[in-house]
Nanobody, 125 residues
Framework: VQLQASGGGLVQAGGSLRLSCAAS????????MGWFRQAEGKEREFVGA????????RYADYVKDRFTISKDVAKKTVYLQMNSLRAEDTAVYYC???????????????????WGQGTQVTVSS
């Protein structure tokens, strides 16, 4: 599976961005697509994830009610809609794919098998 993330850029605080993650290759019904981010000098952290089958989602508390993950099965693409952006949301955002993940494990970066190249999101205050 190859993942291509896109959509990052520079936005003012309070603004919105939508990131995309296009998957190529084989994705099964047990696939979970996750979004992580890594700010400069900090560890990579979980943002949210969506199950390919059914579409259930899970979000980190610090993005809940501001970020939304959705999917387009036909396009094999997952989206991260980010609203009410804050300066602290500035980071490189990565998408990842794993299989058979459950809610308690999908927050861990080490359980994902495939990663996209990352896209920079910069929020100016």
């Amino acid at each position: 599976v190859q993942l291509q993330a896109s959509g990052g850029g520079l936005v003012q605080a309070g603004g919105s961005l939508r990131l995309s993650c296009a998957a190529s290759g084989r994705t099964g019904s047990s696939t979970v697509m996750g979004w992580f981010r890594q700010a400069e000098g900090k560890e990579r952290e979980f943002v949210g994830a969506i199950k390919w089958s059914g579409g259930s989602t899970r979000y980190a508390d610090y993005v809940k009610d501001r970020f939304t993950i959705s999917k387009d099965v036909a396009k094999k693409t997952v989206y991260l809609q980010m609203n009410s952006l804050r300066a602290e949301d500035t980071a490189v955002y990565y998408c990842a794919a794993g299989s058979g993940l459950i809610s308690s494990t999908m927050v861990r970066s080490d359980v994902y098998d495939y990663w996209g190249q990352g896209t920079q999101v910069t929020v100016s205050s």
